[in-house]
């Protein structure tokens, strides 16, 4: 019985990975290649691009937004980028459409058992705030963040820093900045620059003091990116003043 679950998922999965296939573009390929650094040594080391744009994968997510997780889980293991995004846009999907708690878990660990998959910015960003750091909205234990943050795996650490936007956007602060400060020391400019931006955020939507605060104490100690980033939206003299400090 679960074989054939599993040929179906495959089944479909096959029909939708040959649908994306027909949406790509070489050259569109190649720019994307180079953008989302695949190059040897690079982030994004080995990663395969079709050529499909945003918008068009976000339509072909809609059109297959029931899929079941057997055919989700067939898609993002796919080798190539946007297949795996339109997976990550599907789950963004159900979740937004579940209706109680159970399911929008079952989607949250699904997620979580995949993040292998979930390997590139983009896939993290149009994903993370909408499925973890929604579910942990309503949850008083947010351990996952920090064990996300510990695992030094620099797509789960991402993950961990982008998910609180879902936090922001509901007026809390506090995991970001504890987070922002768990990552002063971390090597990887996509980091500085997640926590730079979610610092960012907090001070545009939340409380300019809390960012103050954090750039009072820790602007001589922030990488530059991350620095620049948080600092984005200040007045002229406080960018300048921060920069120079």
């Known amino acids: 019985m679960e074989t054939d679950k599993v040929a179906k998922g495959m089944l479909l999965g096959e029909k939708i ?8 573009d070489k050259e569109k390929s190649k720019v994307l290649m180079r953008f989302f650094k695949t190059g040897k040594g690079e982030y994004g080391e080995g990663d395969l691009f079709l050529g499909v744009t945003v918008p068009l994968s976000r339509k072909v997510a809609v059109v297959y937004s029931d899929i079941s997780f057997d055919e989700v ?19 963004v999907h159900k979740y937004k459409k579940s209706i109680n708690r159970e399911e929008k878990k079952k989607i949250v660990d699904f997620y979580l058992s ?13 994903s993370a705030h909408y499925i973890l750091g929604d579910y942990l909205l309503k949850e008083k234990n947010r351990k996952i963040l920090y064990t996300l943050a510990n695992s030094k795996s620099l797509w789960e650490e991402r993950i ?3 998910s609180t936007f879902a936090f922001i956007y509901k007026g809390e602060f506090k995991d970001t900045i504890k987070l922002a400060k768990f990552f002063l020391n971390h090597k990887h400019d996509l980091i500085h620059k997640a926590s730079g931006w979610m610092l960012r955020e907090v001070g545009k939507r939340v ?3 809390a960012l103050y605060n954090f750039l009072d104490l820790y602007s001589d100690k922030m990488p530059r990116t991350m620095l620049r980033y948080a600092i984005e939206k200040l007045p002229e003299k406080n960018r300048l003043f921060y920069l120079n400090k």
Do not use: P
């Open 17 to 24: 990975e040959k649908e994306i296939k027909k949406l790509g």
């Open 73 to 91: 889980s067939f898609l993002i293991k796919n080798k190539y980028h946007e297949i795996r995004l339109v997976a990550v846009l599907i789950l």
């Open 114 to 126: 995949h993040t292998k998959y979930i390997n590139n910015w983009d896939l993290v960003d149009l």
């Open 160 to 162: 961990a820093m982008i």
């Open 207 to 209: 409380s300019e003091k």
